[in-house]
């Protein structure tokens, strides 16, 4: 009896190829790429996603081994292709750091520091709670399979071999920020007001009692205030920031 094991270079090649653009996309992931997960999980996660994605594309990757240099080339637009998903994902939860950048500001709170768990960095307390509280509810939703559905939908996006057009991505990427900007600020629009009408009436309250310590009576009201204001609008603010998350990972994956 005789096995034909022929095969096996080109789809080992294939396997790498797909694990490029899989592994870079999970390295960026929010959620499945921070840095307190285990460098092995999310290793395991990235093997066990080419392993279901890549026997649906196999044929697209055509090998050539005859030249090393092609198969090189490949290998950098995957990861290149897998890097644009991952970022993608990563600034569109930047937007939830941009709402709590803003609010903790408006509430006197700007300069409280805390050490962001997905990061591992400083970052401003609320925004670091916001940014735990938006990746909780994106997996409690079932919104990550959306970015499953992104990846298997990248390959008929992107093929493999074939650069991305530079304006395309350029473009997205764009989008993109500017839209996280956007959502983040109209996600803190309460807190704007807020701002803006409380320290409006400390001025006018300075003026009126001069002899009064405005700025230690103002900061714990606005703190206080401030919380008040985030308890009642919490539930609707992440509302609009799931549906901005659809939206997106939506528009990668136009097959769903």
Request: aromatic letters at 8%.
């Amino acid at each position: 009896m005789r096995i034909d094991i022929s095969f096996v270079p080109a789809f080992a090649a294939a396997f790498m190829l797909a694990f490029a653009r899989i592994g870079t996309m999970v390295m960026l992931l929010p959620g499945l790429g921070e840095l307190t997960l285990s460098p092995r999980v999310r290793l395991t996660i990235a093997l066990v996603l080419t392993a279901v994605i890549l026997p649906l594309h196999r044929p697209q990757y055509q090998i050539d081994f005859r030249a090393f240099g092609p198969v090189m080339v490949m290998l950098g637009q995957e990861m290149l292709i897998g890097a644009m998903l991952g970022m993608v994902a990563r600034l569109t939860v930047s937007a939830l750091q941009v709402a709590g950048t803003v609010m903790a500001n408006q509430m006197g709170l700007g300069f409280v520091m805390a050490v962001d768990p997905t990061q591992g960095q400083q970052g401003i307390i609320l925004g670091n709670f916001l940014g735990v509280l938006g990746i909780t509810l994106i997996f409690a939703t079932d919104l990550h399979h959306l970015v499953i559905a992104a990846l298997h939908d990248s390959y008929l996006l992107f093929r493999p071999g074939e650069m991305p057009v530079v304006g395309d991505v350029a473009s997205l990427v764009t989008t993109t920020v500017t839209a996280a900007f956007r959502i983040g600020v109209q996600l803190a629009a309460p807190f704007l007001v807020f701002g803006l009408l409380f320290n409006l009436g400390l001025g006018v309250l300075s003026r009126l009692m001069p002899q009064m310590p405005v700025y230690f009576v103002g900061m714990p009201a606005s703190i206080l205030v401030g919380f008040l204001i985030l308890l009642m609008v919490l539930g609707a603010m992440m509302t609009v920031y799931l549906g901005h998350v659809e939206g997106v990972l939506s528009t990668l994956a136009p097959g769903r």
